[in-house]
């Protein structure tokens, strides 16, 4: 099984600011790694699928990047509406999802 | 314009059963793999079953394997999953979710529904 390891848990950022998350795969998954977002009390969002494409309204400012075993998931100016949770995804063998990483507001 | 509206839930017992039902319209539903994912309270996603559009094959998360059962009826575009045998650890929201195409993300999710499983 594929274990995904995203860091940092929290990410403590203030409106405006870049943010950068990192999910790291156990073994090679190639280019097949999503991210998704949530929101309390709502159903998870797709935001990139294959690394680095953007879903269907996803906004430009989130990018996603890596292969292999690294990837990054980029918020180039936090808006107030992108405070949430994001958690990667991988289907290598069977759908395994990261832990998550909580983007708060300083 | 895609829908997922999810039904069933609620308060099980220890070893008791539910049904948790995901009616989907806005796509041709017999050709999308399918899927349920749960979240613990406070707790992050997790993947629990899967079933192939067009062939129909299932795949289950091995804590659930042999006490759930994944289904659908194409001819009512629902997808279905049967609980048995629940545990306490199996309390949480359950979301269905529609794969972009088969072996692809999820692009489209149902609003959650929650089974607590306490006596």
């Known amino acids: 099984e594929t274990v995904l390891t995203q860091s940092p848990a929290t990410l403590s950022l203030s409106p405006g600011e870049r943010a950068t998350l990192s999910c790291r795969a156990s073994?090679?998954?190639?280019?097949?790694l999503a991210w998704y977002q949530q929101k309390p009390g709502q159903a998870p969002r797709l935001l990139i699928y294959d690394a680095s494409n953007r879903a269907t309204g996803i906004p430009a400012r989130f990018s996603g990047s890596g292969s292999g075993t690294d990837f990054t998931l980029t918020i180039s100016s936090l808006e107030p509406e992108d405070f949430a949770f994001y958690y990667c995804?991988?289907?290598?063998?069977?759908?395994?999802f990261g832990q998550g990483t909580k983007v708060e507001v300083k | 314009e895609v829908q997922l509206l999810q039904s069933g839930g609620g308060l099980a017992q220890p070893g008791g059963s539910l049904r948790l039902s995901c009616a989907a319209s806005?796509?041709?539903?017999?050709?999308?793999?399918m899927n349920w994912v749960r979240q613990a309270p406070g707790k992050g996603l997790q993947w629990v079953s899967a079933i192939g559009g067009g062939d129909g094959r299932t795949f289950y998360e091995d804590s659930v394997k042999g006490r759930f059962t994944i289904s659908s009826d194409n001819s009512k575009n629902t997808l279905f999953l049967q609980m048995n045998s629940l545990r306490a650890e199996d309390t949480a929201i359950y979301y269905c979710a529609k794969e972009m195409s088969n072996g692809r993300p999820f692009d489209s999710w149902g609003q959650g529904t929650l089974v607590t499983v306490s006596s």
């Open positions: 995804q991988q289907r290598s063998d069977w759908w395994t």
């Open positions: 806005g796509f041709t539903f017999s050709t999308y793999g």
């Open positions: 073994q090679s998954i190639s280019n097949s």
